[in-house]
């Protein structure tokens, strides 16, 4: 089966600096690859997410990037808020999105 | 969270015991899933139904139990044959055809 790595386990970072959180996959089948958000006490909520045939995605202050040769992908967060503490999950699926694999989180914290 | 109810939201329970988790959702998606949360592990797949009366074990599925009679109710019952059973565990949804999971609020087993 897939298995997703994630790195740093935790990442602390002062106010206004970019974070980056780095996830290789194994599974050359996996075409789809979701970043979760989780705060304290609540549900992971996807953040974004980008496909196969695209090398990088943006949206306002984060982005992901994908490199499907040598099968890593990577969020990218600018100007980081202290709102932006919290777990982030990768994770990767396959065609049918029947299962999603996930990565073992990091856990980011924004220093004011 | 919206649209999809864990419940109880903490839980403590007796070695020995059997318990049951709720997951309830008015989203009308066709796809349910339970994962196990452990510190620094991730997300870990149990079970997943596509359909009702139809699941699948996922990755960890040993000492648990689910059952998919309606539509909007997934539960999940974790047996005292689980080694290991204090964990957070998370609720998700997915519309069939689509790529988005959207989990629940979670629940908090703890065994005395």
């Known amino acids: 089966g897939e298995n997703v790595e994630q790195h740093p386990s935790t990442l602390s970072v002062q106010e206004g600096d970019s974070a980056v959180i780095k996830c290789t996959y194994s599974?050359?089948?996996?075409?789809?690859f979701p970043w979760y958000k989780q705060e304290l006490g609540k549900g992971p909520q996807l953040i974004i997410d980008?496909?196969?045939?695209?090398g990088e995605k943006k949206d306002q202050r984060i982005a992901v990037t994908l490199n499907k040769t040598a099968k890593h992908f990577s969020l990218h967060i600018t100007e980081t808020q202290p709102e932006d503490s919290a777990v982030y999950f990768c994770?990767?699926?396959?065609?049918?999105?029947?299962?999603?694999?996930f990565g073992s989180g990091t856990k980011l914290n924004v220093k004011p | 969270d919206g649209g999809i109810t864990q419940s109880p939201k903490y839980l403590f329970r007796k070695e020995g015991q059997n318990v049951t988790l709720s997951c309830e959702q008015n989203?009308?998606?066709?796809?349910m899933y339970w994962y196990r949360q452990d510190p620094g592990q991730g997300l870990r797949l149990i079970y997943y139904?596509?359909?009702?009366?139809?699941?699948q074990k996922g990755d960890i599925a040993e000492g648990y139990s689910v059952s998919r009679e309606k539509k909007e109710s997934f539960p999940l019952t974790v047996t005292s044959a689980q080694k290991n059973p204090t964990a957070f565990y998370l609720c998700?949804?997915?519309?069939?055809?689509?790529?988005?999971?959207?989990f629940g609020a979670g629940s908090r087993l703890t065994v005395l």
């Open positions: 980008i496909r196969s045939n695209v």
């Open positions: 994770a990767a699926s396959g065609d049918n999105f029947n299962k999603f694999y």
């Open positions: 989203l009308n998606h066709d796809a």
């Open positions: 139904s596509q359909i009702v009366n139809d699941f």
């Open positions: 998700a949804v997915r519309l069939s055809g689509a790529n988005v999971l959207t």
């Open positions: 599974d050359s089948a996996s075409n789809y």
